[in-house]
């Protein structure tokens, strides 16, 4: 579940701006009168929720996150709410598509056990500690309007909540299949929550061909996962090759021989026309546009996702890369409000570009920093390093089990270490320097060396690396080209 969206260089217009600090904008609650703000005056106990002073709208990764940075700050007993379309406390969602999917005999992951923060090594934010904490949580029921002017929410069970600062963080939605083509039949099934999870399994337990829709991160993690159920698997996606937003034809190559020896076909290039029912009403299979149909029980899409940007379309709008406009500090246009994690377009300062990344690591240092900032006297701005990585294959009794991270930009040519048996590494190298890096199998070491790799961007001797007889040999040549004071 991860990709990232480009716009706009600041050179080509981009405009920061500074509102008003967020101090000037909360709510003291020291009484149960009556308050007065901004010209009308509102009965305290007309408002569903009792801390008002903070207003988180979302319930996932970085929802937990911020949770816990006010709660280092001393800033969320009485003070924070959280309102949630989901019946959960935020979990780390990447378990949706890695370990949640994992057959039932191959201990699978489950709640609590991934609630926030247990990703980043954190503690477990339980609903209890979320109560513990003083932090009040509306669950099951989604904001479907704001009055900016009034800085009121409307829930869609109506519930009034007020709020002095608003953080969003609504995150994204499934891109669907329309209706008229059977992306709504029983049978077919998208990923973002808990309960399509479950969904999947039930249709897993009891599925005999599944087809997987999409050739990305989702797509890869569910086949990895299908395998592990012994289900005859398909992937069908319209590109050349797999992941082909950040994978090269020759390492999608390593990548597509593995699942195809796990017994993964796929069909490339291919166009779907639509969805078929069966005579039961659940779905049968798909049709392409050449004609062909390939049959299918359960078919799972991951094409893509849209950032979940309703009902704060007037808080700014980035129309390049979608999402909510934020600057450095995740301020958006208007005082008092900020925007987070996937739905928050955001100066991406190394590259300077704007960009959306939808990926936990972002979710988590987006919701940080914001909170940082609000809540003191920080200034500097976000200085995010792309990262993204996936698990798959991982449930006992895997014969390989498969764990790459890249870190970086993945623009110009690429030099290709290894054989995959087990280790790879893909190094992208733009005007002399190293701008990117995937390493597959690697070590705590090596991966601890990749990031550093990709924010210094050394120069390298392009034929020294080429002539790298390992990975381990190549990591060790762009090792030694990182200026001393960033050598590791």
Not at 114 to 130: A, D, I, K, L, N
Not at 296 to 311: E, F, L, W
Not at 444 to 464: C, G, M, N, Y
Request: aromatic share 10%; proline share 5%.
């Amino acid at each position: 579940m991860a990709s990232v969206s480009n716009s706009l260089s600041f050179k080509h217009g981009l405009s920061l701006w500074c509102p008003q600090s967020p101090s000037l904008h909360r709510i003291r609650h020291s009484s149960a009168k009556n308050f007065q703000r901004r010209g009308f005056v509102v009965a305290y106990s007309s408002f569903a929720n009792e801390n008002r002073e903070f207003v988180i709208v979302g319930g996932g990764n970085a929802a937990g996150y911020a949770a816990r940075t006010f709660v280092e700050h001393g800033m969320a007993d009485g003070r924070l709410c959280i309102v949630s379309k989901e019946a959960y406390a935020p979990y780390e969602r990447p378990a949706l598509t890695k370990g949640y999917l994992f057959p039932l005999d191959k201990k699978p992951a489950r709640l609590p056990g991934f609630h926030t923060c247990v990703g980043s090594g954190g503690e477990r934010q339980t609903p209890e500690w979320y109560k513990e904490k003083g932090i009040e949580m509306i669950y099951q029921d989604p904001v479907t309007s704001i009055d900016i002017e009034k800085q009121t929410l409307i829930t869609n069970s109506g519930k009034l909540l007020k709020y002095g600062s608003l953080i969003v963080a609504t995150g994204c939605t499934a891109s669907r299949f329309p209706d008229k083509i059977g992306g709504y039949l029983p049978g077919v099934h998208y990923i973002r929550d808990v309960a399509d999870a479950d969904a999947l399994i039930s249709s897993l337990e009891k599925a005999k061909k599944v087809v997987v829709v999409g050739g990305g991160y989702i797509g890869m993690e569910v086949a990895a996962a299908a395998v592990g159920w012994k289900l005859d698997t398909t992937i069908i996606f319209p590109e050349n090759h797999l992941l082909q937003r950040l994978f090269t034809p020759s390492l999608a190559q390593r990548y597509e021989q593995l699942y195809q020896q796990n017994g993964v076909k796929f069909v490339k290039g291919a166009s779907i026309k639509n969805l078929e029912a069966g005579s039961d009403g659940r779905v049968a299979a798909v049709k392409l546009e050449d004609g062909s149909t390939i049959d299918a029980d359960t078919i799972v899409i991951g094409i893509g996702a849209k950032p979940t940007v309703s009902p704060f379309e007037r808080v700014g709008l980035n129309s390049s890369v979608g999402g909510i406009q934020v600057d450095g500090q995740f301020r958006t246009s208007m005082p008092g409000i900020f925007a987070i994690g996937d739905v928050a377009a955001f100066p991406l300062k190394m590259y300077d570009r704007i960009a959306r990344v939808e990926h936990v690591d972002h979710a988590r240092r987006s919701a940080q920093h914001c909170v940082t900032a609000l809540l003191s006297a920080q200034t500097h701005t976000y200085d995010y390093l792309p990262y993204f990585y996936s698990r798959v294959f991982e449930y006992e009794g895997s014969p390989r089990k498969v764990w790459w991270q890249f870190f970086g930009d993945n623009v110009g040519e690429t030099i290709e270490i290894g054989n995959f048996d087990p280790k790879i590494a893909t190094f992208w190298i733009d005007s002399g320097k190293l701008k990117g890096v995937l390493v597959e199998s690697g070590s705590p070491e090596e991966f601890q060396l990749l990031p550093t790799l990709a924010r210094s961007q050394p120069f390298v001797d392009k034929a020294k690396l080429q002539q790298a007889s390992s990975v381990e040999e190549a990591l060790e040549i762009a090792r030694a080209a990182l200026p001393v004071e960033a050598a590791v």
